[in-house]
């Protein structure tokens, strides 16, 4: 079975652009969740979807947004970048069933904002 | 979610048993404990997780002690494969979401 797939993998971009990173979750799985992840403040939550609708959010602004798709495929936009937001975005998807699930994550894209 | 706290770091020589402790004492009862772990430029994997008894998989065991407080995930033979964050994670099973929140985790050397 194929993991979760994230692209691109890599990704620079200048102040003041937008980016759009995309996830694909295992087949199957509904969930699909974002996190960020920096030196300085570790692994946060963004958002979580779950057959099409933001089901959890994160304390980001509102610049960080999110969709998915009817096949679970979800993306996640960035506006207006900042310098702060360099980091890893990493999805993790799931079979969306509560607290017992496990969460697989992709490997990420390493986004570099300059 | 309840807050765990971890050790910031520990080492173990290869081949040897390794613990690693998670303090959990504010946990409810209707809280599972996961463990996920991050290998260097890799996103997290899941290890194992458990509510009240011990748990065993092909990766770890997980001891969870009687009064729930804390739990210890037992790695048996540690490889040099094996250096990583590890991170104890608690999860209401009553929020159906799937929010995971990271604490700093504990980054695992592993000496050969």
């Known amino acids: 079975k194929a993991g979760v797939t994230q692209t691109p993998r890599y990704l620079i971009k200048t102040r003041g652009q937008q980016v759009t990173l995309s996830c694909s979750p295992i087949?199957?799985?509904?969930?699909v969740s974002w996190y960020q992840q920096t030196p300085g403040q570790g692994l946060q939550f963004l958002f979580e979807?779950?057959?099409?609708?933001?089901?959890n959010k994160g304390n980001f602004p509102g610049r960080f947004s999110g969709r998915q798709f009817s096949n679970s495929r979800s993306e996640m936009n960035v506006s207006t970048l900042e310098l702060g937001d360099s980091a890893l975005y990493l999805c993790?998807?799931?079979?969306?069933?509560?607290?017992?699930?496990?969460?697989?994550f992709g490997p990420g894209t390493r986004l570099t904002v300059l | 979610d309840a807050k765990t706290t971890q050790p910031n770091s520990m080492e173990s020589n290869e081949e040897e048993p390794v613990h690693l402790p998670c303090n959990h004492s504010?946990?409810?009862?209707?809280?599972?404990i996961h463990w996920y772990r991050q290998l260097p430029s890799q996103g997290p994997e899941y290890v194992i997780h458990?509510?009240?008894s011990n748990v065993n998989n092909r990766m770890a065991s997980l001891a969870i002690a009687e009064d729930r407080k804390s739990s210890t995930l037992i790695l048996h033979r540690a490889t040099l494969r094996d250096a990583a964050v590890y991170y104890c994670?608690?999860?209401?099973?009553?929020?159906?979401?799937?929010?995971?929140?990271f604490g700093g985790g504990t980054r695992l050397m592993v000496k050969p």
């Open positions: 979807y779950f057959s099409e609708t933001q089901r």
């Open positions: 994670i608690l999860r209401d099973w009553r929020n159906a979401g799937n929010m995971l929140t």
């Open positions: 504010t946990i409810s009862g209707t809280d599972y």
């Open positions: 993790a998807s799931s079979l969306g069933q509560g607290g017992s699930d496990e969460q697989f």
């Open positions: 087949s199957g799985h509904r969930s």
């Open positions: 458990g509510l009240t």
